[in-house]
């Protein structure tokens, strides 16, 4: 009886959200939508739960948006796993989370954004093993930014692109080639969690013209009103942006 009235809410609940999406889709939606996700070991030390469980709940939290993503005909997600500072926490944390980020039954393709020097062996195979199992996969592309930061990212497109061309001839399409984000087009929307308005080295190139959203609740707390609220936002601006667009 309990399974039976619990599968019956849950029809219920993709119903009520299919119709919704389909009045979002009445406006423009965003292609690109890019993630910092704060708050995990607070929202584990909150419901006094062990270690790693906060990286659980937000593997949970990062599925469930993937889901909406999917449903919303959202092609890109790229979340900031941790960056190259972070590498200097205990090595077990690093493993741990990238346990909970190497995934792929789910149907989607995933990309590492990241500083190859700073992964060890293990850990670099790994993830070219889910990026090319993965690489047939197109309805949703999730990069996963680890090791990651933006000023590096630019020091490393300029470099690139100085051993192509003279320096005198190089222009901002050399550069913005040579970025690690170029695979993807740039975000539309960049959600941080616990109201954090900063970008702390994250996509500091490809932003300039992005919504920013930046909910109170911690990362594992983050649901669908979140992000419809997020996306109503981005309809509301979008024409401004897209005419800042055009004047670059």
Same mark, same amino acid.
Request: charged share 25%; glycine share 4%.
């Given at each position: ?14 119903? *009520? ?7 979002? *889709? ?32 937000? =593997? ?9 993503? &999917? ?8 979340? &900031?796993? =941790? *960056?190259?500072?972070? =590498? ?17 039954? &789910?149907?989607?393709?995933?990309? =590492? ?7 060890n062996d293990q850990v670099r195979a790994t993830a070219e093993e889910v990026m090319k199992a993965t690489a047939e996969n197109s309805r949703v592309v ?18 690139? *692109? ?34 954090e308005t900063r970008l702390s080295n994250f996509l500091l190139w490809q932003t300039g013209n992005c919504q920013l959203f930046s909910p109170g609740a911690l990362w594992p707390e983050i649901g669908l009103r979140h992000l419809i609220w997020a996306i109503l936002n981005f309809q509301r601006s979008h024409? &401004? ?8």
């Amino acid at each position: 009886m309990a399974g039976g009235v619990s599968q019956l809410l849950e029809q219920i609940h993709k119903l *009520s959200r299919r119709c919704l999406f389909r009045v979002l *889709s009445m406006g423009p939606l965003p292609i690109h939508l890019a993630f910092i996700m704060d708050g995990n070991r607070r929202y584990a030390k909150k419901r006094s739960l062990e270690d790693g469980s906060g990286h659980k709940a937000e =593997f949970s939290a990062l599925m469930t948006m993937l889901q909406y993503c &999917y449903e919303l005909d959202i092609t890109y997600v790229t979340i &900031y796993a =941790f *960056s190259i500072d972070k =590498f200097r926490r205990k090595p077990e944390e690093v493993q741990s989370l990238m346990d909970l980020i190497i995934v792929h039954e &789910y149907g989607i393709q995933v990309y =590492f954004i990241h500083n190859l020097g700073l992964l060890n062996d293990q850990v670099r195979a790994t993830a070219e093993e889910v990026m090319k199992a993965t690489a047939e996969n197109s309805r949703v592309v999730l990069l996963v930014c680890v090791a990651y930061n933006s000023t590096d990212e630019i020091v490393q497109a300029v470099k690139r *692109s100085c051993t192509s061309k003279d320096v005198e001839r190089i222009q901002l399409v050399d550069i913005e080639e040579n970025m690690q984000m170029s695979v993807a087009p740039e975000p539309d929307i960049l959600i941080r969690s616990l109201g954090e308005t900063r970008l702390s080295n994250f996509l500091l190139w490809q932003t300039g013209n992005c919504q920013l959203f930046s909910p109170g609740a911690l990362w594992p707390e983050i649901g669908l009103r979140h992000l419809i609220w997020a996306i109503l936002n981005f309809q509301r601006s979008h024409s &401004y942006l897209e005419k800042k667009k055009k004047q670059l």
